[in-house]
């Protein structure tokens, strides 16, 4: 069943023993994995994935992205990761962050973060630690030194 087509909401049933990953354009449904976009089926070792042409990213649990800041309050900040919404960063999501310390983000800061939360009826929310609270190359990115950011197609950043 690999590199054939298969279409939102199809059943999606594979011959292999034991575990699968489901990547993206796949879920989990209760005991069945459902195709969630349109394209073509892939594999790669255990882990399967619809492979789809998409003109804005659709983000994704586990993601890591690259974002910039766009707004500040007392206890969060808010994020562009190029998603239809900003996704929520809060000031306790990065290594070693306290109440009294945590990085002093300006709007226009780009950080490195990791999505956790890709529910539609909710706003995206974004950390800058692993599941350990290590950072892990995760968080504000230096400012310091001249740098570029560039805007890619979501299908050149799957390659």
């Not at 804005?56 to 707004?71: E, P, R």
């Not at 500040?72 to 109440?99: H, I, M, Q, R, Y």
């Amino acid at each position: 069943m690999l590199n054939e087509i298969v279409l939102p909401g199809e059943i999606v049933e594979f011959e292999e023993d034991g575990q699968c990953i489901a990547g993206p354009g796949l879920t989990l449904k209760g005991d069945k994995i459902v195709c969630l976009n349109s394209g073509l089926l892939k594999k790669k070792g255990k882990i399967f994935w619809v492979q789809f042409f998409q003109s804005k990213y659709c983000t994704q649990k586990g993601d890591d992205v690259i974002g910039i800041i766009a707004g500040k309050t007392a206890e969060a900040f808010k994020v562009d990761v190029g998603a239809g919404e900003p996704a929520f960063l809060n000031v306790l999501s990065f290594e070693g962050a306290t109440k009294r310390s945590f990085p002093d983000l300006k709007i226009g800061d780009a950080v490195f973060c990791r999505i956790i939360s890709s529910d539609n009826a909710y706003e995206y929310e974004v950390v800058c630690v692993d599941g350990k609270g290590k950072a892990n190359g995760h968080g504000p990115l230096p400012s310091a030194q001249p740098s570029f950011l560039i805007n890619v197609s979501c299908n050149y950043c799957r390659r």
